[in-house]
Each structure stands twice: as structure tokens, then as C-alpha cells.
């Protein structure tokens, strides 16, 4: 695995930026980051079909010398109103982190809290 | 000949399941690797068919390929589920082939060949969800539900309209917590049972003739 000589990079994305990205643009984005050893926060998440996508680009991008995977937490998505869905506000995906997997380690998630760790020895200076 | 005699019980059944909802259905069995998929599979299986899906092992990954058997019929009481039954490849985010030497004792080469075939599992998986009416997604009971796995596949399925039956595997086991899966999850039908032992294996059934068999319009993702 890549050791970062400069400690961990967590990079925190707005939803502005995000919104800005076709959906094949975005995963792209997040799996070359990922790629290069970041650790990303996205304000405004990935929807199912997004993250499955995402699981399945991963399995393509594992070379299991170099990159074993991703981690990947978010809250589900917003609950919409009777009215809003009359009115065709769809739901949206909320904040997600996303890092690659041999750095990053999901210790526990609940409808209230992700709690991650950075996998010891690998975030040091 | 008089029209009732012509009026032939497959086609009074095939106008009842037009108005009343599908008895036909491809259910596919997902989760993340070593929750029982297989394990459950081969009881459906073995109690309605007398066959068995595949191999089951403690070793993560041990299913790579989906494997599927058709017209499983399912009775319960007056009503049944005829169905085709897809066993697929545990889904992950993740597959290390050090985790196989280092913590199931398997050589380098077996790793790397099973993390290889365990990525392209994952692939195909995924895909199958594009071809199915509808999932038991099974969950460890001793485990924390809230994986990103769980979450990913729930979230897909309720956006194509899809039902899902929650089967809270491992009941057998001293720490499982089959209440947690329910209070993660409590838009959908969660059934603990032990794909193991078979313990409630029957309310499974009750459950999937009666979520699988209600008429439904399929959203494509």
C-alpha cells in the first residue's frame, strides 16, 4: 500500500461542486481521489444507484497490491413530505464519507452518528 | 360443451393472479459476504425442493457466482409463491487477499485467485438486481446492521419499488439482537430466524408468499 509521507488528506466537498457533476463525472472524481490516497466528506451524498455504481467501479479499480477498496458511510437519504412528493421534490442523499479502504475503517454507523478511524500506522507523519 | 367446463382452473388461476398480484417472482438472496445467503438458499432448497443451491464455508467469498433454481414453489396454508431463487455473490466495498492468508490460513496464490473471483462476484451481484422482482436480504444478527452494504442494496431496492424481506440470520447465536435489525430498518419486514438450525424458517415463508406474491410495478434503476 501507498504510505502518504504527508499524513492523511480529508477533503471536504461541497454540494455546490458536487451538483456541478453529471453522476458519471462524480464517481470519477471520488475514485480518482480515493485513488490517490484522500479521504473525502461529500456534503451533499451519492443516491442508491450512484453508490452502487460506485461498489461496482471499485471491484474494477482493485489491484490488490496497490488498492484493496473503499469505505464508504453515509446517512441515509432525506425523508420528503406527502405534499413535496406531489410537488416532485425527490429525496436526497445526505452527507457521506468515502476513503480508500487499506486508510480508512468504518468503526460504527447509526441513524445519528458515523464514527471512522484511520487505520493505525498508516496516517502518520 | 358448457362455458364452466371450458373455463379451465389454469386460466381461472392466471385471472386471479391478474387481479390479486404475482405468484411468479425471481427472488434474488443478497447481503454482505458470510451472513448465510447459501446457507439459507440450500434450506429453501433442501425443505421444497429436496436439492441444494451450493457449498457453504467460514471463509468470506466462498459463493463468486450467482447460482439460481427455478419454479421453487413455497405453500402457505391456502396460498403459494411460485418462484425462481437466486443465490448471489456477497456484496462488499472491499476485498483484501491478505485477509485470507493472514486470517483463514489459505496460500498466496488461492488468496489472490479468491479476491479476484470474489470482485468480479461483486459485479455480478450488482447486476442481478437489475433482473429480479424482489429480496430477502439477509443481515447477521450478531453484527451491526448499519453497513454501508445493507444501507446501499435497501436504498436501490426502494428506489426501483422492489419489496424486501429482512431475514435476521445467526438467531442461534448467544449475541445476536434481532431487535436491533428491526429498529434499523423499520420500513421493511424483518424475520429472525437460523438458516443453520431452521428455527422460524416457517414464518419466513408465511412472510415471502405474502410479500413477494402482492402486485407490483417494477421501476427500473
Same mark, same amino acid.
Given at each position: =500500500?501507498?504510505?502518504?509521507?504527508?499524513?492523511?488528506?480529508?477533503?471536504?466537498?461541497?454540494?455546490?461542486?458536487?451538483?456541478?457533476?453529471?453522476?458519471?463525472?462524480?464517481?470519477?472524481?471520488?475514485?480518482?481521489?480515493?485513488?490517490?490516497?484522500?479521504?473525502?466528506?461529500?456534503?451533499?451524498?451519492?443516491?442508491?444507484?450512484?453508490?452502487?455504481?460506485?461498489?461496482?467501479?471499485? =471491484?474494477?479499480?482493485?489491484?490488490?497490491?496497490?488498492?484493496?477498496?473503499?469505505?464508504?458511510?453515509?446517512?441515509?437519504?432525506?425523508?420528503?413530505?406527502?405534499?413535496?412528493?406531489?410537488?416532485?421534490?425527490?429525496?436526497?442523499?445526505?452527507?457521506?464519507?468515502?476513503?480508500?479502504?487499506?486508510?480508512?475503517? =468504518?468503526?460504527?454507523?447509526?441513524?445519528?452518528?458515523?464514527?471512522?478511524?484511520?487505520?493505525?500506522?498508516?496516517?502518520?507523519? | 360443451?358448457?362455458?364452466?367446463?371450458?373455463?379451465? +382452473?389454469?386460466?381461472?388461476?392466471?385471472?386471479?393472479?391478474?387481479?390479486?398480484?404475482?405468484?411468479?417472482?425471481?427472488?434474488?438472496?443478497?447481503?454482505?459476504?458470510?451472513?448465510?445467503?447459501?446457507?439459507?438458499?440450500? *434450506?429453501?432448497?433442501?425443505?421444497?425442493?429436496?436439492?441444494?443451491?451450493?457449498?457453504?464455508?467460514?471463509?468470506?467469498?466462498?459463493?463468486? +457466482?450467482?447460482?439460481?433454481?427455478?419454479?421453487?414453489?413455497?405453500?402457505?396454508?391456502?396460498?403459494?409463491?411460485?418462484?425462481?431463487?437466486?443465490?448471489?455473490?456477497?456484496?462488499?466495498?472491499?476485498?483484501?487477499?491478505?485477509?485470507?492468508?493472514?486470517?483463514?490460513?489459505?496460500?498466496?496464490?488461492?488468496?489472490?485467485? +479468491?479476491?479476484?473471483?470474489?470482485?468480479?462476484?461483486?459485479?455480478?451481484?450488482?447486476?442481478?438486481?437489475?433482473?429480479?422482482?424482489?429480496?430477502?436480504?439477509?443481515?447477521?444478527?450478531?453484527?451491526?446492521?448499519?453497513?454501508?452494504?445493507?444501507?446501499?442494496?435497501?436504498?436501490?431496492?426502494?428506489?426501483?419499488?422492489?419489496?424486501?424481506?429482512?431475514?435476521?440470520?445467526?438467531?442461534?447465536?448467544?449475541? %445476536?439482537?434481532?431487535?436491533?435489525?428491526?429498529?434499523?430498518?423499520?420500513?421493511?419486514?424483518?424475520?429472525?430466524?437460523? %438458516?443453520?438450525?431452521?428455527?422460524?424458517?416457517?414464518?419466513?415463508?408465511?412472510?415471502?408468499?405474502?410479500?413477494?406474491?402482492?402486485? *407490483?410495478?417494477?421501476?427500473?434503476?
Amino acid at each position: =500500500m501507498v504510505k502518504k509521507d504527508k499524513g492523511i488528506s480529508f477533503n471536504l466537498i461541497s454540494r455546490k461542486k458536487l451538483n456541478n457533476f453529471s453522476s458519471s463525472e462524480k464517481l470519477k472524481y471520488i475514485m480518482k481521489e480515493v485513488r490517490q490516497g484522500r479521504i473525502l466528506v461529500l456534503e451533499h451524498g451519492l443516491t442508491p444507484t450512484e453508490q452502487t455504481a460506485l461498489i461496482e467501479n471499485t =471491484m474494477k479499480e482493485i489491484d490488490h497490491d496497490t488498492f484493496i477498496g473503499i469505505e464508504m458511510g453515509g446517512y441515509g437519504e432525506e425523508k420528503t413530505s406527502f405534499f413535496q412528493r406531489v410537488f416532485g421534490v425527490i429525496k436526497k442523499p445526505r452527507m457521506t464519507v468515502i476513503g480508500p479502504a487499506h486508510l480508512l475503517k =468504518m468503526v460504527h454507523k447509526d441513524h445519528d452518528k458515523i464514527e471512522t478511524t484511520i487505520i493505525p500506522g498508516k496516517g502518520e507523519n | 360443451m358448457g362455458i364452466f367446463s371450458r373455463f379451465k +382452473r389454469g386460466n381461472f388461476s392466471r385471472i386471479i393472479q391478474k387481479i390479486f398480484g404475482k405468484k411468479h417472482a425471481k427472488i434474488g438472496i443478497y447481503g454482505p459476504p458470510n451472513v448465510g445467503k447459501t446457507t439459507l438458499a440450500n *434450506r429453501i432448497l433442501r425443505e421444497w425442493t429436496g436439492d441444494i443451491m451450493g457449498s457453504v464455508s467460514d471463509i468470506p467469498h466462498e459463493t463468486r +457466482r450467482a447460482k439460481w433454481k427455478t419454479n421453487i414453489k413455497i405453500d402457505n396454508g391456502g396460498s403459494s409463491l411460485v418462484m425462481d431463487l437466486v443465490d448471489t455473490p456477497g456484496i462488499a466495498t472491499k476485498i483484501d487477499f491478505k485477509e485470507f492468508m493472514n486470517t483463514y490460513g489459505l496460500n498466496k496464490e488461492e488468496s489472490r485467485m +479468491r479476491a479476484k473471483e470474489a470482485t468480479e462476484g461483486v459485479i455480478e451481484s450488482i447486476r442481478w438486481l437489475e433482473d429480479i422482482d424482489g429480496v430477502v436480504l439477509v443481515m447477521d444478527s450478531t453484527k451491526d446492521p448499519f453497513t454501508q452494504v445493507n444501507v446501499t442494496i435497501i436504498g436501490n431496492l426502494e428506489a426501483r419499488d422492489l419489496p424486501i424481506l429482512i431475514a435476521a440470520n445467526k438467531i442461534d447465536a448467544d449475541e %445476536a439482537s434481532p431487535a436491533t435489525l428491526k429498529s434499523a430498518f423499520p420500513q421493511h419486514p424483518v424475520v429472525p430466524i437460523s %438458516a443453520l438450525t431452521g428455527y422460524n424458517t416457517e414464518d419466513l415463508y408465511t412472510n415471502m408468499v405474502k410479500h413477494f406474491g402482492k402486485k *407490483r410495478n417494477k421501476k427500473r434503476g
